[in-house]
């Protein structure tokens, strides 16, 4: 029986979907957690550090959401602070200056919109992060694990190539709070995440989204080192390029969305 999008919607949420760590943790060695964005403080809710991808040394960096309920408190939900994307800015600069690719694991509702979040800057740091990946001369990967929500999302995804898991979304706005806007009720939901387009399926389709990722096996060994070996292929195929040739291919991959052609009146 076909899902649907809002089907989808749930799924990516579920409670045992692994976490940014589960993949860190099981497809990479010898992890070293890097701390804070050396202005303010640091947030739980980003992890990230150095680690090895047979032997590869790359940088790892993934939006946390935890797993029990006391981990979900600490971790804020996966909700980043301005200071958990200055942090992923500061390790995306130094895997730059050592030439080492950049693994982002994707899973977040959105940026937190608290009061001391605004104050400090959330969506000057999100544009920051950007614009600075735009011209990041490094390989960049992105890989959509669960929700893909709004600039607290894309500010990891401006890549090279974006990954999504089959039951992964990716959107503006929640299904939520798109209904609330358009229709003044939350409970159309479902109506909402049909109009936003937001599976992996749609990613695709549109060429936002370049690969769509099986979940059979999800969480299993065999699952984690079958994705290692095809993030250790993709990151080898990009360390292969020039700089000039990385940067102007990420940059003809963001240029041409939202592309159409344009129908002459004649042929209407």
Known sequence: MSSTAYDKVKLARANNRPTSLSYINNMFSEFFELHGDRAYADDPAIVGGVALLYGMPVTVIGIEKGRSAKERVHRNFGASNPEGYRKALRLMRQAEKYHRPVICFVDTSGAFCGIGAEERGQGQAIAHNLMVLSDLKTP??????????????????????????????????????????????????????????????????????????????????AYYRHLSKQIYQKLGNLLSLTTEDLIEKRYQRFRKFGAFDLVNEEDL
């Open 140 to 221: 960049v990967l992105s890989i959509l694990i669960g929700e893909g929500g709004s600039g607290g999302a894309l500010a990891l995804c401006v890549a090279d190539e974006v990954w999504m898991l089959e039951n992964s979304i990716y959107s503006v706005i929640s299904p939520e709070g798109c209904a609330s806007i358009l229709w003044k009720d939350s409970g159309r939901a479902a109506d909402a995440a049909e109009c936003l387009k937001l599976t992996a399926q749609d990613a695709f389709h549109f060429g936002i989204a370049d690969k769509i990722l099986p979940e059979s096996g999800l969480g299993s060994v």
